[in-house]
């Protein structure tokens, strides 16, 4: 009696210890698989070469066993040779930087075996890329496009239902995120806006025209120049005097065909606003401009 008492609670024990092992680690395969990663890390693009072993519980070896190998989205079929060796390739893998699963499982006449390892494609992860590739699997696209009330009576995908959507949300929240700008980017709109609003203050305030390019007081001034300079001087102010006459021209011009006054404003003021760079290549040629009359005389 004590014998079989001693066998009663070892064999309690036994059952409680196996309790605690997780299904994955307690299920014993008909075949196992001795993987080889060729390569542990890759970067986007290059391709991923799986190669192993497989073999039964006595370590015997069978040809034309099927590999079915899995990374990500991307799968690929392989077979084993004689010695129960075999090769499998996803070529060009366009993973986003991150560790992924490489799930392998081999079968053969109903004999299954499962094992599986880690790669790492290099880079810097991007949160919003790898949603988008979570999202735009089969089976992604399967539970974002069903309702939740098709899978009442399966908790699997109810539960998948909701992890999917929950992806979704998280995407939703990065884009609407990343569209906004930055607190540097809001304050030097801001200025810009000030600065714009100030000028447009300043022209309607003080009216600037084209000016008065004739009468006395302009001979006068054009007559008590330096006599180097004013040749140029008298091409800088028909050069104000003209973009001034454009811009009112082309001002006009929007008015005439339905635009709005801002509109016109707006065409007006970028006109007039003569950027540095502008007037140094104009002064430039004028300036060769003059060399070469001078040359000629």
């Given at each position: 009696m004590y014998k079989d008492r001693?066998?009663?609670?070892?064999?309690?024990?036994?059952l409680m210890l196996f309790s605690f092992v997780q299904t994955s680690e307690a299920t014993l395969w008909d075949f196992i698989i001795d993987l080889d990663m060729q390569k542990g890390s890759i970067y986007p693009g290059e391709s991923v070469i799986v190669t192993g072993k497989v073999v039964d519980q006595a370590y015997k070896t069978h040809r034309g066993v099927e590999v079915f190998i899995r990374i990500g989205?991307?799968?690929?079929?392989?077979?084993?040779?004689?010695?129960?060796?075999?090769?499998?390739?996803?070529?060009?893998?366009e993973g986003v930087p991150g560790t992924y699963t490489v799930n392998v499982v081999a079968s053969w006449y109903g004999m299954t075996g499962m094992q599986n390892a880690e790669i790492q494609v290099?880079?810097?992860?991007?949160?919003?890329?790898?949603?988008?590739?979570?999202?735009?699997?089969?089976?992604?696209?399967?539970?974002?496009?069903?309702?939740?009330?098709d899978f009442e009576k399966n908790p699997i995908g109810q539960t998948l239902f909701k992890y999917y959507h929950g992806l979704l949300n998280e995407?939703?929240?990065?884009?609407?995120?990343?569209?906004?700008?930055?607190?540097?980017?809001?304050?030097?709109?801001?200025?810009?806006?000030?600065?714009?609003?100030?000028?447009?203050?300043?022209?309607?305030?003080?009216g600037p025209g084209a000016g008065v390019f004739d009468g006395y007081k302009y001979n006068d001034y054009i007559n008590n120049l330096n006599p180097e300079i004013k040749d140029l001087v008298q091409d800088q102010l028909n050069?104000?005097?003209?973009?001034?006459?454009?811009?009112?021209?082309?001002?006009?011009?929007?008015?005439?065909?339905?635009?709005?006054?801002?509109?016109?404003?707006?065409?007006?003021?970028?006109?007039?606003s003569m950027p540095k760079e502008l007037l140094e290549?104009?002064?430039?040629?004028?300036?060769?401009?003059?060399?070469?009359n001078t040359k000629n005389q």
């Open positions: 001693t066998i009663i609670i070892g064999l309690f024990t036994f989205s991307e799968t690929t079929k392989a077979f084993t040779d004689p010695d129960g060796i075999f090769r499998g390739e996803i070529k060009d893998f290099k880079g810097e992860p991007s949160p919003i890329t790898a949603l988008q590739k979570k999202l735009a699997t089969d089976e992604a696209i399967k539970y974002l496009s069903s309702n939740e009330s995407l939703l929240i990065e884009q609407r995120d990343a569209g906004k700008p930055s607190a540097d980017q809001i304050f030097l709109e801001q200025q810009r806006l000030i600065s714009e609003n100030l000028r447009n203050q300043a022209i309607d305030e003080f050069y104000t005097k003209n973009a001034f006459e454009e811009a009112q021209n082309i001002r006009d011009e929007i008015i005439a065909n339905g635009g709005t006054y801002e509109e016109a404003r707006k065409a007006y003021l970028d006109r007039i290549k104009f002064n430039e040629e004028q300036l060769e401009r003059m060399k070469e």
